[in-house]
């Protein structure tokens, strides 16, 4: 079934530890995006590639990166764990950038961070 | 500055007509989608609306006034499986998306 590929479902990990939280999507989409849902608030956007090679900040970036070194993979990763960063995270996808852009999601990454 | 608001939560009877409202601020406006969210799952696309009007589509129908900065999702015939949660998401000038809070519906038998 095409579509978006996360993992893990789920972790608990140590502040000040270093989570890489996986992507991958089947649908030779341009566009990939990494968002944090947390209560009461909407989706915040962490940081977005437009096109393989290229990736940009988005709303809530600091403590987090990524890369796109292909087409199918958008990775992101905190170099150190923070507390604050106990979220859901949800991985998405679009054909491309312009208007009426439909996205994908995966089923979300629920991290806590002690 | 950019905002967009939509009631918490909202409760309906099953087989009933539920409107869903959504009004926002922007400064440049492009569209605005509507996905609706089961818990714990990922938001699906349910519609997209760029002129003003209502779109329909099945039981679900959008609206959108883009003078008056609202949008509304008209679900009629609720079924349980409806419960869910609706984010309602502006669509700016360049293409970026500001997404509400969204609204927790929840369907009564």
């Known amino acids: 079934i095409a579509g978006i590929t996360q993992a893990p479902t789920s972790q608990i990990l140590a502040a000040g530890r270093r989570m890489t939280l996986r992507c991958t999507q089947d649908?030779?989409?341009?566009?990939m995006y990494w968002y944090r849902q947390d209560l009461g608030l909407g989706l915040r956007l962490i940081h977005y590639?437009?096109?393989?090679?290229?990736?940009g900040k988005g709303e809530v970036p600091d403590g987090y990166s990524v890369s796109r070194a292909n087409t199918d993979d958008f990775p992101l990763t905190l170099a150190s764990a923070v507390p604050s960063q106990t979220s859901v995270y949800f991985c998405?996808?679009?054909?491309?950038?312009?208007?009426?852009?439909?996205?994908?999601f995966g089923a979300g990454s629920r991290l806590t961070v002690l | 500055g950019q905002n967009i608001d939509q009631p918490t939560e909202m409760t309906a009877t099953e087989g009933a007509i539920v409107q869903i409202n959504c009004t926002y601020q922007?400064?440049?406006?492009?569209?605005l989608f509507w996905y609706q969210q089961h818990a714990g799952e990922a938001p699906t696309f349910l519609s997209y609306?760029?002129l003003d009007g209502l779109e329909e589509k099945g039981r679900f129908s959008s609206f959108l006034s883009r003078s008056k900065g609202y949008s509304y999702l008209l679900l009629k015939e609720l079924q349980m499986k409806d419960s869910a949660s609706y984010l309602c998401?502006?669509?700016?000038?360049?293409?970026?998306?500001?997404w509400g809070a969204g609204t927790k519906l929840i369907i009564k038998p």
């Open positions: 998401a502006l669509e700016d000038s360049n293409y970026q998306l500001i």
């Open positions: 609306n760029v």
């Open positions: 922007t400064s440049g406006f492009n569209g």
């Open positions: 649908m030779r989409h341009n566009a």
């Open positions: 590639s437009n096109t393989a090679g290229t990736t």
């Open positions: 998405a996808s679009s054909e491309d950038t312009s208007g009426a852009n439909v996205l994908t």
